[in-house]
Nanobody
Framework: QVHLVESGGTLVQPGGSLRLSCAAS????????MNWYRQAPGKERELVAR????????IYTGSVKGRFTISRDNAKNTVYLQMNSLKPEDTAVYYC????????WGQGTQVTVSS
């Protein structure tokens, strides 16, 4: 059975850094594109970052380019989102997502950027 479990979200000060983890089971992360989404209260869900299966190419939404890095550890079957220079606008619930036959989502992890 496919499961995605995010962890690492917490309260962090502006300018700080945080690394989110997405532990996957039931499939191999290296065989699929893996995505990080986020959703702030009252706003639409937004694709933040993606890492492709072939070659591990990455894409980012413009607001996080240069600050966030998506990566994967194939041995651990885990995907990461390294977030640097965090801003209050980054406050959201962050979700790991993959499309196999269907879309699968983790439970989400809360990131709050505030003084």
């Amino acid at each position: 059975q496919v499961h995605l479990v995010e962890s690492g979200g917490t309260l962090v000060q502006p300018g700080g850094s945080l690394r989110l983890s997405c532990a996957a089971s039931g499939f191999t992360v290296s065989s699929y594109a893996m995505n990080w989404y986020r959703q702030a209260p009252g706003k639409e869900r937004e694709l933040v970052a993606r890492i492709t299966s072939r070659g591990g190419n990455t894409i980012y939404t413009g607001s996080v380019k240069g600050r966030f890095t998506i990566s994967r550890d194939n041995a651990k079957n885990t995907v990461y989102l390294q977030m640097n220079s965090l801003k209050p606008e980054d406050t959201a619930v962050y979700y790991c997502q993959v499309t196999l036959r269907d879309d699968y989502w983790g439970q989400g992890t809360q990131v709050t950027v505030s003084s």
